[in-house]
């Protein structure tokens, strides 16, 4: 159980263009998503906290504006990269957790590598 | 300046050897520790979580050791498998909001 999945696993694009990442929790409502990147040989890094039905949580630095996040549902939630640029690249995680705005009890995605040309 | 540090940063052990990594935290107040194995290109897995009451926890080949007084944590690996070569990485999680404060990760590359 407490399966997540990410689409797509990995996505080219050309600097200027928007994508957008979808996360879904498979077997269960997650009332609250986070997504992450990680650089190479680097830790995961958290963007925002997610809440159904409510706006996103960001971190300090974080452009909210850029990295847009909706979650419409208790199943899913998605992030889109606007006006991508090659410092984009990354690997992005998503994680949904069973508790209300904690961490705790989070099940990670497989993430989704993108690349920005 | 991370509150998690893990060592070494990477590792190349051959198969059949065991192994251990290490995790130091200043993370306070302090709720529990995880270990989670990230292949490559994939979303870390757990491994183990311990609580500040539990010194060890195993996972079939996976034993992991927590002292919460030197905040101080290992993950051993016996009799590796060429299946273990990936990044572990040491997550803890502070009380109140449980927020997670994640380690940069061993990249533990087990050689046949």
């Known amino acids: 159980g407490a399966v997540v999945s990410q689409h797509p696993s990995w996505v080219i694009c050309k600097s200027g263009t928007s994508v957008k990442i979808e996360c879904r929790s498979l077997?269960?409502?997650?009332?609250?998503m986070f997504w992450y990147r990680q650089f190479p040989k680097q830790s995961l890094m958290l963007m925002a906290t997610?809440?159904?039905?409510?706006?996103?949580?960001?971190e300090q630095g974080v452009e909210k504006d850029k990295f847009l996040i909706n979650h419409a549902s208790l199943t899913l939630s998605t992030l889109t990269v606007t006006s991508a640029h090659p410092e984009d690249s990354s690997f992005y995680i998503c994680?949904?957790?069973?508790?209300?705005?904690?961490?705790?009890?989070?099940?990670f995605g497989p993430g989704t590598r993108l690349l920005v040309l | 300046k991370n509150q998690v540090e893990q060592s070494p940063q990477s590792l190349i052990i051959l198969e059949g050897k065991n192994c251990t990594l290490q995790?130091?935290?200043?993370?306070?107040?302090?709720?529990?520790l995880r270990w989670y194995k990230q292949d490559t290109g994939r979303g870390p897995v757990s491994l183990t979580i311990?609580?500040?009451?539990?010194n060890t926890k195993s996972n079939g080949r996976y034993t992991a050791t927590l002292d919460a007084d030197t905040k101080q944590s290992s993950l051993h690996i016996t009799a590796s498998q060429l299946s273990d070569s990936a990044s572990y990485i040491c997550?803890?999680?502070?009380?109140?909001?449980?927020?997670?404060?994640f380690g940069a990760g061993t990249q533990v590359v087990v050689t046949p």
């Open positions: 311990m609580t500040f009451s539990e």
């Open positions: 077997d269960f409502q997650a009332t609250t």
């Open positions: 995790c130091n935290y200043t993370v306070s107040p302090f709720s529990n």
């Open positions: 997550v803890v999680t502070s009380g109140g909001w449980g927020k997670l404060q």
């Open positions: 997610s809440n159904e039905g409510s706006k996103a949580t960001y």
């Open positions: 994680s949904a957790s069973l508790a209300a705005s904690t961490q705790e009890t989070q099940y």
